[in-house]
């Protein structure tokens, strides 16, 4: 999924648009996200948002959200 939509980002004739919800909702029809992709997602990335958190709480404190 994520190879298919970054294509699409690349694709020079978009001229530089993202895939907008729509496009993003009609790939995922065609490919639907599994248990086993979740589950392969999990086990190839790591928790780093956590070791961050006092970060964006400073962050968001200060300039507040984005």
Excluded: H, N
């Excluded at 999924?1 to 895939?19: H, I, N, T, W």
């Excluded at 992709?37 to 961050?52: G, I, N, V, W, Y």
Aim: charged share 30%; glycine share 4%; no cysteine.
């Amino acid at each position: 999924m994520m190879a298919k939509l970054e294509a699409m980002d690349a694709d020079p004739s978009r001229q530089g648009r993202s895939a907008s919800d729509a496009e993003i909702a009609a790939e995922r029809a065609k490919d639907p996200i599994s248990a086993q992709d979740l589950a392969e997602a999990l086990q190839a990335t790591r928790p780093s948002a956590q070791r961050f958190e006092q970060r964006y709480l400073d962050w968001q404190r200060d300039f507040g959200a984005v």
